[in-house]
């Protein structure tokens, strides 16, 4: 197995070679060269179940979670190769810097439930929350970040593009049955959700089947038209939002203006 | 001059899995200058691989239920051996606590009413796990994390502690160091709350990630705070077994609270032979009333099935070592001959996709292999039902790392409502302290001795590789401090333990500061000897078994030492062991326990017929 190892400086592909055993998957290769080779390979992992998303690296150029990548899904002989995903920098070998994405959360305004029921609790029916729980899987990979491609190749889109994990955050939020916030104009203006053209990477690479695109991104596409362009809501929302909103704690600006939805 | 960053707070709160985070939420709540401190990124904690649900007598769906009854649960599910002062507060606060991460935006799953559902797990008379299918622990821990995050609360992530700060008798701060850069870092703190999970990883077989390497009980003994109940480790009865590079991952409870059974090699329902007396009369004798059992809690008994973990644990390795097992040295937990696939994949859906992904085993038309695994440790810093607070001033333990609540064997479920109901009263009770007390003095004389320690591996003449060691005390562990423990093989793992320290004494580690895994390990495994050492020393004291404690050589529970912890402190470097008497329980609470005491023998593995059936 060829791992990358190097630092923000640079780097390159390193082949190792170590005993296999059945069900292996890529991260208990990674482990062996660890103790048998390389005591300093620097790797992040927690759970080794899929269930932390911790582990996530680029094997044959493919965003996935070592944990959950068997070694029988290649042939035999067949080259592999582990990278660190490529949207965020380089710290050392398989960690990068994933900042972005604790900074980006800090600029979500967080819930607000609405008073609850006159019996003193909280009603919510399963179909009412069935698909918000979809997007309560989510496990923090940042795998859908890592494959979008707004920031995977454009630096300068960071600033103004929140990424898919956080449409999915918001969406959540937007979604939830007991949620008052109003963040649609936030989402538009400062998380860039016009920056997506719906082209489903980030689907397709999400660990948690969570439909990225379909359930989260476009109905919040629609929300964001809805509300921004429909005069009629625009100014119903205008009335409601009205001592409502409350907003992140804090809001660092963006200078870049993201087209709109 | 030593290269240290540095900081001040009123509360630092070290770990940031679910007791640390809500911590640390109250602390700040209650105007507490406070960090979070965390050796992972945020919200990767051990919380988060929480599988089955969270306790909490919420009656929703059996009105029958109410703290009492969870307290007479956790209380017998511990054999007793709990302050029960932590079990009440638990069992009364923790529905409170439930409901206030709803208030949070966590979403359970919902009774046809829209109530919060609630699940049958081992050991509670009634169902009563607020869940999200089968990842409660990520519903529990983002929830947690958003609401840190949204109240601006200072996080240090991949961030390590190493050693506490100690001056005139009070903690005074930390040191430690960050992962990413290898620069030190020093907190000066009024009040430090340690929230560091347990030790699974001395163990080879475990559910626990790398993170679990007794920081937070290591610290504690060394800056001279009290452990108790340190041989009080827990197996989980069910993990997987095969292939071998997941061996030890979590199958939640929630397959049996659902509807699986476990079985032998003969399709015998074997737990209806290992029902101890002190369980008998709450449980069924016979398969129809178990069944009967899921449906109709008031005129059937719950199944052997969902006995405490101890009791399932131990009666897994006993089928096993009897020949009875499976291929791979488990046993059959079988959910598909009994549930429908679509049940099966809407309740289960972790278990179901980790089945499919690594041991490619479709639950819903297969039964599944399982063992028992290194879940968590009762034992832990001894502290103080109501404040969390340690025997040492100024320090709070919260959660795993925590003891007393669990007594000699944790009910499933109560993990995730202790972390909520212990976390946030440490945080009250650290910020209340931060209030009354002056500023902190550092002892500069001590940090730099700390500094030097943590840079060591880098200096030392040695060549012992981290790795190795780590595994060496793995097997250690595993092979002669695991489920069934005797005299003789607890005093050879002593003998072991100081030749893995004269060896980890001698790591020496390659490559730089930054991010360098190697190093980390060889820090993390002078807590990892140090916390094993107190687990066989107490396990060699206590001289009878209970809960997650078991004596191949005194396989009775004896009344005498149910009334005893064995407590565990570190004086002139030396551990020093005694027994202490538990505190009593009040007349009221007693009533509510019942009188008879845990007696029988235990199932250690050998052709003994526990509870006669056969």
């Given at each position: 197995?060829?791992?990358?190892?190097?630092?923000?400086?640079?780097?390159?592909?390193?082949?190792?070679?170590?005993?296999?055993?059945?069900?292996?998957?890529?991260?208990?290769?990674?482990?062996?060269?660890?103790?048998?080779?390389?005591?300093?390979?620097?790797?992040?992992?927690?759970?080794?179940?899929?269930?932390?998303?911790?582990?996530?690296?680029?094997?044959?150029?493919?965003?996935?979670?070592?944990?959950?990548?068997?070694?029988?899904?290649?042939?035999?002989?067949?080259?592999?190769?582990?990278?660190?995903?490529?949207?965020?920098?380089?710290?050392?070998?398989?960690?990068?810097?994933?900042?972005?994405?604790?900074?980006?959360?800090?600029?979500?305004?967080?819930?607000?439930?609405?008073?609850?029921?006159?019996?003193?609790?909280?009603?919510?029916?399963?179909?009412?929350?069935?698909?918000?729980?979809?997007?309560?899987?989510?496990?923090?990979?940042?795998?859908?970040?890592?494959?979008?491609?707004?920031?995977?190749?454009?630096?300068?889109?960071?600033?103004?593009?929140?990424?898919?994990?956080?449409?999915?955050?918001?969406?959540?939020?937007?979604?939830?049955?007991?949620?008052?916030?109003?963040?649609?104009?936030?989402?538009?203006?400062?998380?860039?959700?016009?920056?997506?053209?719906?082209?489903?990477?980030?689907?397709?690479?999400?660990?948690?089947?969570?439909?990225?695109?379909?359930?989260?991104?476009?109905?919040?596409?629609?929300?964001?038209?809805?509300?921004?362009?429909?005069?009629?809501?625009?100014?119903?929302?205008?009335?409601?939002?009205?001592?409502?909103?409350?907003?992140?704690?804090?809001?660092?600006?963006?200078?870049?203006?993201?087209?709109?939805? | 001059?030593?290269?240290?960053?540095?900081?001040?707070?009123?509360?630092?709160?070290?770990?940031?899995?679910?007791?640390?985070?809500?911590?640390?939420?109250?602390?700040?709540?209650?105007?507490?200058?406070?960090?979070?401190?965390?050796?992972?990124?945020?919200?990767?904690?051990?919380?988060?691989?929480?599988?089955?649900?969270?306790?909490?007598?919420?009656?929703?769906?059996?009105?029958?239920?109410?703290?009492?009854?969870?307290?007479?649960?956790?209380?017998?599910?511990?054999?007793?051996?709990?302050?029960?002062?932590?079990?009440?507060?638990?069992?009364?606060?923790?529905?409170?606590?439930?409901?206030?991460?709803?208030?949070?935006?966590?979403?359970?799953?919902?009774?046809?009413?829209?109530?919060?559902?609630?699940?049958?797990?081992?050991?509670?008379?009634?169902?009563?796990?607020?869940?999200?299918?089968?990842?409660?622990?990520?519903?529990?821990?983002?929830?947690?994390?958003?609401?840190?995050?949204?109240?601006?609360?200072?996080?240090?992530?991949?961030?390590?502690?190493?050693?506490?700060?100690?001056?005139?008798?009070?903690?005074?701060?930390?040191?430690?160091?960050?992962?990413?850069?290898?620069?030190?870092?020093?907190?000066?703190?009024?009040?430090?709350?340690?929230?560091?999970?347990?030790?699974?990883?001395?163990?080879?077989?475990?559910?626990?990630?790398?993170?679990?390497?007794?920081?937070?009980?290591?610290?504690?003994?060394?800056?001279?705070?009290?452990?108790?109940?340190?041989?009080?480790?827990?197996?989980?009865?069910?993990?997987?077994?095969?292939?071998?590079?997941?061996?030890?991952?979590?199958?939640?409870?929630?397959?049996?609270?659902?509807?699986?059974?476990?079985?032998?090699?003969?399709?015998?329902?074997?737990?209806?032979?290992?029902?101890?007396?002190?369980?008998?009369?709450?449980?069924?004798?016979?398969?129809?009333?178990?069944?009967?059992?899921?449906?109709?809690?008031?005129?059937?008994?719950?199944?052997?099935?969902?006995?405490?973990?101890?009791?399932?644990?131990?009666?897994?390795?006993?089928?096993?070592?009897?020949?009875?097992?499976?291929?791979?040295?488990?046993?059959?937990?079988?959910?598909?001959?009994?549930?429908?696939?679509?049940?099966?994949?809407?309740?289960?859906?972790?278990?179901?996709?980790?089945?499919?992904?690594?041991?490619?085993?479709?639950i819903t038309k297969e039964a599944m292999e399982v063992g028992p695994t290194l879940h968590y440790i009762m034992g832990g810093v001894r502290v103080d039902a109501d404040t969390a607070a340690t025997t040492l001033d100024g320090l709070y333990a919260a959660g795993e790392v925590a003891a007393g609540m669990h007594g000699a064997n944790r009910l499933g479920g109560n993990s995730l409502s202790?972390?909520?109901?212990?976390?946030?009263?440490?945080?009250?009770?650290?910020?209340?302290?931060?209030?009354?007390?002056?500023?902190?003095?550092?002892?500069?004389?001590?940090?730099?001795?700390?500094?030097?320690?943590?840079?060591?591996?880098?200096?030392?003449?040695?060549?012992e590789n981290p790795y190795q060691i780590q595994a060496d005390l793995q097997d250690t562990m595993q092979e002669l401090v695991g489920i069934i423990r005797t005299k003789s093989e607890l005093e050879e793992a002593l003998v072991r333990i100081e030749r893995l320290r004269a060896r980890a004494a001698r790591v020496r580690v390659p490559g730089t500061r930054v991010y360098n895994p190697g190093?980390?390990?060889?820090?993390?495994?002078?807590?990892?000897?140090?916390?094993?050492?107190?687990?066989?020393?107490?396990?060699?004291?206590?001289?009878?078994?209970?809960?997650?404690?078991?004596?191949?050589?005194?396989?009775?529970?004896?009344?005498?030492?149910?009334?005893?912890?064995?407590?565990?402190?570190?004086?002139?470097?030396?551990?020093?062991?005694?027994?202490?008497?538990?505190?009593?329980?009040?007349?009221?609470?007693?009533?509510?326990?019942?009188?008879?005491?845990?007696?029988?023998?235990?199932?250690?593995?050998?052709?003994?017929?526990?509870?006669?059936?056969?």
């Amino acid at each position: 197995m060829k791992v990358w190892r190097g630092d923000r400086t640079g780097g390159e592909f390193v082949e190792y070679a170590v005993p296999s055993d059945p069900g292996m998957v890529v991260l208990d290769v990674i482990h062996r060269i660890q103790a048998a080779h390389a005591p300093d390979l620097a790797v992040r992992w927690n759970c080794k179940a899929g269930k932390c998303g911790s582990c996530s690296a680029e094997v044959n150029g493919h965003p996935v979670l070592m944990c959950m990548t068997r070694m029988s899904e290649f042939r035999g002989g067949e080259e592999i190769t582990v990278s660190p995903v490529k949207t965020f920098p380089v710290i050392k070998d398989l960690v990068t810097d994933v900042s972005f994405n604790f900074e980006k959360a800090k600029q979500i305004p967080p819930f607000k439930p609405k008073p609850k029921e006159p019996d003193g609790t909280r009603r919510m029916y399963q179909e009412d929350v069935d698909r918000v729980q979809e997007f309560h899987k989510c496990i923090e990979c940042f795998l859908c970040q890592d494959v979008c491609h707004v920031i995977r190749d454009h630096e300068e889109n960071k600033p103004s593009f929140s990424g898919p994990r956080f449409f999915v955050r918001l969406a959540a939020l937007e979604m939830h049955p007991l949620d008052t916030n109003d963040r649609l104009e936030l989402i538009r203006l400062k998380h860039g959700l016009g920056y997506c053209n719906i082209t489903k990477c980030c689907t397709e690479v999400c660990p948690e089947d969570i439909h990225i695109t379909d359930n989260a991104i476009i109905p919040l596409k629609e929300r964001v038209v809805t509300a921004h362009y429909d005069p009629v809501a625009w100014a119903l929302r205008r009335i409601r939002r009205t001592g409502q909103a409350s907003p992140a704690p804090s809001e660092p600006q963006s200078k870049a203006q993201p087209p709109s939805a | 001059m030593r290269d240290i960053e540095r900081h001040q707070y009123d509360v630092v709160v070290v770990g940031a899995g679910g007791a640390g985070l809500r911590a640390a939420i109250e602390a700040h709540a209650n105007g507490a200058k406070t960090a979070l401190v965390c050796k992972s990124l945020l919200g990767k904690a051990h919380t988060v691989m929480a599988e089955g649900g969270i306790a909490a007598a919420l009656a929703n769906v059996w009105k029958e239920d109410n703290w009492k009854v969870h307290f007479r649960d956790t209380m017998r599910g511990g054999k007793l051996l709990n302050n029960w002062r932590m079990a009440q507060l638990h069992a009364q606060e923790s529905p409170e606590r439930v409901l206030e991460l709803e208030e949070w935006g966590a979403l359970f799953d919902r009774t046809k009413d829209g109530l919060i559902l609630q699940r049958d797990f081992g050991g509670h008379r009634y169902a009563r796990l607020a869940h999200v299918g089968d990842r409660t622990g990520l519903e529990m821990i983002r929830t947690l994390q958003n609401r840190a995050v949204a109240q601006g609360i200072d996080v240090f992530m991949e961030c390590t502690v190493r050693h506490l700060l100690v001056d005139a008798g009070r903690v005074s701060g930390a040191v430690g160091y960050w992962r990413q850069t290898g620069r030190l870092i020093a907190f000066a703190a009024k009040a430090v709350v340690l929230a560091t999970g347990g030790v699974g990883k001395a163990w080879k077989v475990t559910s626990n990630s790398w993170e679990y390497t007794g920081d937070g009980i290591a610290m504690a003994l060394d800056a001279g705070a009290d452990l108790i109940d340190m041989e009080m480790t827990q197996f989980h009865p069910t993990a997987m077994v095969w292939p071998l590079s997941v061996r030890g991952i979590l199958v939640t409870e929630g397959v049996r609270g659902d509807g699986g059974t476990l079985k032998n090699n003969k399709g015998e329902r074997f737990m209806f032979k290992y029902i101890p007396d002190f369980f008998r009369a709450d449980t069924a004798d016979t398969e129809r009333e178990a069944d009967a059992w899921y449906e109709d809690k008031r005129s059937n008994r719950r199944t052997p099935d969902l006995l405490p973990r101890d009791e399932v644990a131990r009666a897994i390795n006993a089928e096993v070592k009897a020949g009875r097992g499976t291929e791979h040295g488990g046993v059959f937990l079988d959910i598909a001959s009994r549930r429908p696939a679509d049940y099966i994949q809407r309740r289960l859906p972790s278990m179901y996709h980790q089945f499919k992904e690594l041991a490619d085993v479709d639950i819903t038309k297969e039964a599944m292999e399982v063992g028992p695994t290194l879940h968590y440790i009762m034992g832990g810093v001894r502290v103080d039902a109501d404040t969390a607070a340690t025997t040492l001033d100024g320090l709070y333990a919260a959660g795993e790392v925590a003891a007393g609540m669990h007594g000699a064997n944790r009910l499933g479920g109560n993990s995730l409502s202790d972390l909520l109901v212990f976390g946030r009263r440490a945080g009250l009770a650290a910020a209340d302290y931060a209030k009354r007390g002056a500023a902190p003095r550092i002892d500069e004389a001590q940090l730099g001795a700390y500094a030097d320690a943590i840079a060591a591996p880098f200096q030392r003449s040695g060549n012992e590789n981290p790795y190795q060691i780590q595994a060496d005390l793995q097997d250690t562990m595993q092979e002669l401090v695991g489920i069934i423990r005797t005299k003789s093989e607890l005093e050879e793992a002593l003998v072991r333990i100081e030749r893995l320290r004269a060896r980890a004494a001698r790591v020496r580690v390659p490559g730089t500061r930054v991010y360098n895994p190697g190093w980390h390990l060889a820090l993390d495994l002078e807590n990892l000897i140090g916390v094993s050492e107190a687990v066989i020393r107490s396990a060699l004291v206590r001289t009878e078994s209970r809960g997650g404690h078991t004596r191949e050589d005194y396989p009775k529970a004896d009344p005498e030492w149910g009334t005893k912890n064995v407590v565990t402190r570190r004086r002139a470097g030396r551990l020093e062991l005694v027994t202490e008497a538990i505190p009593g329980v009040p007349n009221e609470l007693q009533a509510l326990i019942g009188e008879d005491k845990p007696a029988g023998q235990v199932a250690t593995g050998e052709p003994v017929v526990i509870g006669g059936k056969e």
